[in-house]
């Protein structure tokens, strides 16, 4: 078993990087820093022409056709509702509310006209030359962000396994994983827990809900399809996965399948058992280490490749996403409409990172301005990908080239938390259901802030480490509460926004969890 720990490549993480490293990574971060301003130059200066000449425009008036119909929907609900009330109260809110649901169809009639003006307007365009630069250049703005995402995903898959089987493998005895596992567990536990606190308090007291406007709001039909999912139920679809899908939950039928379907958490507890397998059966085993040390040298090379090309492939990110939904004027009139909002998550968000840099700084031992840049790049992928996923491969080379955290640590916590540490998004989620009870008249007791509080911190867990999954499970948290699961659609204009700054700190956390680990754990044994 002493072979296991011999042949790791753990030491390396630790030596004091050449100068030349030292300037190609600072040089790649700042390439990543002048893609990212000029995407978001292109996109809010240049995005609306991309948006029209691309098709997008077409989505966004069907949606508001949806918008239209949907608004009757939910003003004929309320008014059912309405009537099976027993509360004078209620009874009156609800119909105020399906007024209020009416009040905005002529408003939405209106700006469906005006999208078909710019539509007529777009046809007639279409032949000239500009047009057709605009779309071209849509085209290839979306591709490089496309290939560079894929890539990523692409490599996911490999590096958690052999990530996972090398860090297993390396701790020899296989009994010193309970202590690893333990401080991984309870730092995640505990980060989230003060993350949904912090949203709590921040929303309670800044009310960002009396000033919101939803007169576009629309609600997706993978959302409604959630209605009635149980917080018991997800929990252990976490487990068993769902009835049908052979590669879903923690214990998949078919390993194979749980790969094809990114299915991490299935695939880190299979390299955690197959890992401690490997350390029990001697020199048979030497091999079979030796292999996935070799895999995962490989792997970590192919992630240096694919930086080389961050920075083309975040521009291309950064611009589509904001021309795609309509530009730099679209998304400061969403700006406008849910700034409070916005401001209160942000806010949240930046106060829950100067908490993780306080742990990092009482546990991890750490000057938490120097790890933190030495994260950046990772960061901003997030910020760029919205994936912690997609961002692992980057997450565990910036902790361990850049900060000297231990490939036993990186490997273990930073693929863990990939997939169950959702700081970020569980402070959203608790920020988000209450802001749509403000922002229909809706007074929450102490008693369904505390049920919010245990249901976005579970139901986070349960959160793929995916765009957009906070929103799914966030369907759990507003049914838990008591909160119309219509009310959902009021952030889903600047989710896309939102969903990337809380992945960022997803990830910073995930980052932090692998240097206080390896200070408690690593380190003290030596």
Not at 141 to 168: A, N, R, W, Y
Request: aromatic residues 8%.
């Amino acid at each position: 078993m002493s072979n296991a720990s011999s042949a790791s490549p753990a030491s390396s993480a630790s030596e004091k990087k050449p100068a030349a490293q030292t300037n190609r990574n600072f040089g790649g971060l700042i390439a990543i820093l002048i893609a990212i301003v000029i995407g978001v130059l292109v996109g809010v200066f240049y995005g609306r022409q991309m948006w029209l000449a691309s098709g997008e425009v077409v989505h966004y008036r069907d949606q508001l056709e949806k918008t239209f119909d949907q608004k009757e929907e939910f003003a004929k609900e309320a008014e059912a509702e309405a009537e099976a009330a027993t509360d004078a109260d209620q009874r009156e809110r609800l119909l105020q509310r399906a007024e209020r649901l009416r009040s905005h169809k002529p408003i939405i009639q209106e700006r469906i006209e005006e999208i078909e003006a710019l539509e007529a307007k777009a046809e007639k365009d279409k032949d000239s030359a500009a047009f057709q630069f605009a779309g071209i250049f849509a085209i290839l703005t979306e591709f490089v962000g496309d290939i560079f995402l894929q890539v990523l995903k692409l490599l996911v898959i490999p590096l958690v396994v052999t990530s996972m089987i090398c860090g297993i493998t390396s701790l020899g005895d296989i009994r010193k994983i309970g202590r690893m596992g333990g401080w991984t567990i309870g730092y995640y536990v505990l980060t989230m827990a003060v993350a949904v606190f912090i949203g709590i308090a921040l929303v309670t007291v800044i009310e960002p809900g009396k000033q919101a406007d939803d007169t576009f709001s629309y609600v997706k039909p993978s959302v409604q399809d959630k209605e009635g999912t149980g917080i018991v139920e997800t929990l252990l679809n976490v487990f068993r996965g769902r009835e049908g899908d052979d590669g879903g939950g923690m214990f998949p039928s078919n390993i194979f399948q749980a790969a094809t379907n990114t299915n991490v958490l299935a695939l880190i507890v299979f390299a955690i058992i197959f890992g401690g397998a490997l350390t029990t059966v001697g020199e048979k085993g030497a091999t079979a280490i030796a292999f996935f040390e070799g895999a995962n040298e490989a792997v970590m090379k192919m992630v240096h490749l694919v930086m080389l090309f961050a920075p083309v492939g975040i521009y291309g990110l950064v611009a589509w996403n904001i021309a795609k939904n309509g530009g730099g004027e679209a998304f400061y009139e969403e700006i406008r409409k849910l700034g409070w909002y916005v401001a209160t998550v942000l806010i949240g968000l930046s106060l829950h990172v100067v908490f993780l840099c306080f742990l990092l700084t009482v546990l991890g031992r750490r000057n938490p301005f120097a790890y933190v840049l030495g994260i950046l790049r990772a960061l901003l992928t997030a910020m760029t990908t919205a994936s912690s996923s997609a961002t692992l491969p980057v997450t565990i080379e910036c902790v361990e080239d850049n900060n000297g955290v231990s490939n036993r640590s990186a490997s273990f916590v930073a693929p863990l938390g990939a997939t169950v540490n959702m700081d970020g998004t569980a402070l959203y989620e608790a920020v988000a259901v209450i802001f749509i009870a403000q922002s229909i008249g809706m007074q929450l007791p102490l008693a369904k802030l505390v049920v919010i509080f245990f249901t976005a911190t579970l139901a986070a867990v349960g959160a793929a480490g995916i765009p957009e999954a906070g929103l799914v499970t966030m369907v759990i948290v507003l049914q838990a509460a008591g909160v119309p699961i219509s009310g959902i659609g009021t952030i889903l204009a600047i989710d896309w926004f939102l969903d990337r700054m809380r992945t960022t700190v997803n990830v910073c956390g995930d980052a932090i969890g692998c240097a206080i680990v390896d200070e408690r754990v690593v380190k003290s044994e030596g």
